[in-house]
Nanobody, 118 residues
């Protein structure tokens, strides 16, 4: 079992930055992790992913070069540094854990709202 709690969301102006954190309990250090987001009226979409050790990351094209995913296994935290934010980044952001090893995310946090004003 893994418990996930996201923090760090808020309201920011376009061009600004936010850092999201996801505090995990359980076997966090063995799982690949990811951030997803869901905007009003839209499907949930993948934002960024990281393997268990932090040595491999992947990003959606829409956030490449602006967002950085990282993890601290000792502290059981996952992070998403978001720079150069745009209004279209407005969404609820979720962290998720893949306990299957097959790119299936089985544990989810409750989400944190990010709102970017123009």
């Amino acid at each position: 079992q893994v418990g996930l709690v996201e923090t760090g969301g808020g309201l920011v102006q376009a061009g600004g930055s936010l850092r999201l954190a996801c505090a995990a309990s359980g076997r966090f250090f063995t799982y690949a992790m990811a951030w997803f987001r869901q905007a009003p009226g839209k499907e949930r979409e993948f934002v960024a992913g990281i393997n268990w050790s932090g040595s491999s990351t992947s990003y959606a094209d829409s956030v490449k070069g602006r967002f950085t995913i990282s993890r601290d296994n000792a502290k059981r935290n996952l992070y998403l540094q978001m720079n150069s934010l745009k209004p279209e980044d407005t969404a609820v952001y979720f962290c998720a854990a893949d306990s299957t090893g097959n790119n299936r995310y089985t544990y989810w946090g409750q989400g944190t709202q990010v709102t970017v004003s123009s």
